[in-house]
């Protein structure tokens, strides 16, 4: 795991170019502490730029950049090669020789043998890279399949700039950012700016599986080598065949390779546990596959309604982990807020990268890589929102539209805290793990989708913060997305969509930047084993039913994980892996967030209507509606505006 930044002067008029490549690395030293390289062509004005965090090869063998034998190849490259065992053999059985261990040599060996386009659909991992090819006069940028790896880009005044985040970008001389409006609705609306877009009018990002090629005149054209469009409808097309339980046989085998393969590493690695059942799952067939303890690590916290350290506690204790855990205090977690807008660059609206951040910082203490779950809420149908939407849809569907939208009035007329205190007695009786938090505030969501016309629209809708973002937007247009464009698949189910819909956008948007971000700022590798595209392959061609029965999500993990811990210590309601932000915002974070959104500071800078949004911060004070997601949403805008 490392971190790549660089450019390229089409014009050839950058001087000093080895102390503004420098100025570039330091901006990311954290993604890369142990080593640091550069290579420079002034006549072709190129700079490319590598920080290392030592994983695979610790001997400067491993050192990039790195140049190809034949001397055609640079490339500097972020991220790990899982199958780099499996292609060094094949390139050793056709003679090609090694100088040392590092997956970087196999990929400059792939490169030169396939080309880079036929050359990056062999490599299986998480990676974003640079390439720059001296005969054909190219610069290649290319990024991993679902996106686990960033890669930022922006052309500013006849140079490329390029770099796994971006400030590096921004310490060039050529930066010249200016905000975008159309991105900043989508920030509003999505918590996150949806790739290709950047929060900067010149600023771009590479998309996951795909590879942009710069040419010497400035020219860009984009290969998308994978699709998991293409996936989804192939996995719908050529369905696994077999029992359920040959199937889940099949699913785990996969499973314990795709781990074992990511468990090779020459530092200490280590685990998160959060007690649900992908971390559990990860672990479990971590530990089945291990000669000594796995190091585990779980962060608490003393609110109960967002703590659940005791039940990862439990899975450790079962599975024979050595676990680490942390109790966080109010002060600890809040503490992090003012870091927020350094390590994420762009505006980032999830709440949950407080905790993210911390449980990295404490598992790097004791370990250089760390494996997660993330990918099996996108894989195994395991948020709420699919079983409910499928339900919610197929009771909505058959009813007249006027009859909808009366009855969508109807409850939008009754206030959220007022449906609070209707729901109460009947929430007070039924198990913890049946009640539903803000049920206020989910029914007004719930009436507002009565009204739509389409399943994307409904979809579109559970997702978004700010809808429309013009309720508080000065003077902007949303511009459409590909989740608002939606693929033509007629052949899939309306959780599958959905499915994809998340997998495609708010897994590498959202989820994948907040986990990069936080590991990386402290020098932690995070591997998802559910993402290797191999992985991803193999799920979508497993039943539905073996992701969501009876309105229980995730069958097949569930079916796994009953071979290594017993079911009462996974059985229970999804938590989230979240922060009281709704009480710290009445309460200690209540004159940092007034400061940030007073109407006067609003109204200079320009970019939001500030009577609106006093409204709905006066609307969180005084408990009538929890605007604690929109407001967090707008508060990490404005921190980072006034970074």
Known sequence: MCGIAGFWDLTSATSDAEAVLHRMMEAIRHRGPDDSGQWLDPDSGIALGHRRLSILDLSPEGHQPMVSVSGRFILIYNGEIYNFCELRQEEEARGTRFRGHSDTEIMLAVFERYGVVEGTKRLAGMFAFVLWDRVERVMHLGRDRIGEKPLYY????????????????????????????????????????????????ELRKLEPATILTVSVAGAMSTTTYWSLTEVVQQGMETPLSGSDDELVDQLEARLRRTIAEEMLADVPLGAFLSGGIDSTTVVALMQAQSQRPVRTFTIGFQDESYNEAQHARAIARHLGTA????????????????????????????????????????????????????????????????????????????IPMWMRRGAGKAIQSVSPSAWEVLLAPAQRGLPLRFRVPLAGDRLHKAARILSMSSPDTMYRTLVSNWDPPSEILLDADEPGTWLSAGPDLPRVSLVERMMLFDSRTYLP???????????????????????????????????????????????????????????????????????????????????????????????????????????????????????????????????????
């Open 154 to 201: 922006a052309l500013c005044k006849g140079t490329l700039l390029f770099g796994s985040e971006l400030k590096s970008l921004k310490v060039h001389p050529a930066w010249n950012g200016q905000i975008d409006r159309g991105s900043l609705a989508l920030y509003l609306r999505y918590n996150y700016v949806p790739a290709p877009r950047g929060i900067y009018t």
């Open 323 to 398: 676990h680490t855990e942390l109790y966080v205090t109010p002060e600890q977690a809040r503490a992090v807020i003012p870091k927020l807008p350094m390590i994420y660059d762009e505006p980032f609206g999830d709440s949950s990268e407080i905790p993210t951040y911390l449980v990295a910082q404490m598992a790097r203490q004791h370990v250089t890589v760390a494996l997660s779950g993330d990918g099996g809420d996108e894989m195994f149908a395991g948020y709420e929102r699919y079983s409910l939407g499928r339900r919610f849809w197929r009771a909505l569907a058959p």
């Open 509 to 643: 948007d959202d989820i994948l930047v907040k986990v990069d971000r936080a590991s990386m700022a402290v020098s932690l590798e995070a591997r998802a084993p559910f993402l290797d595209h191999r992985v991803v392959e193999f799920v979508w061609r497993l039943p539905l039913r073996l992701k969501l029965r009876g309105g229980r999500s995730k069958w097949a993990l569930r079916a796994i994980l009953d071979r290594y811990v017993p079911r009462a210590l996974v059985e229970r309601r999804k938590m989230g892996f979240g922060v009281p932000i709704d009480s710290w915002l009445r309460g200690p974070l209540r004159e940092w967030a007034e400061s940030l959104l007073a109407p006067s500071r609003l109204r200079e800078e320009g970019y939001f209507d500030p009577e609106m949004v006093w409204c709905k911060w006066q609307q969180h004070q005084s408990g009538t509606r929890n605007r604690q997601y929109p407001l967090w949403n707008l508060l990490m805008f404005q921190a980072w505006l006034s970074g």
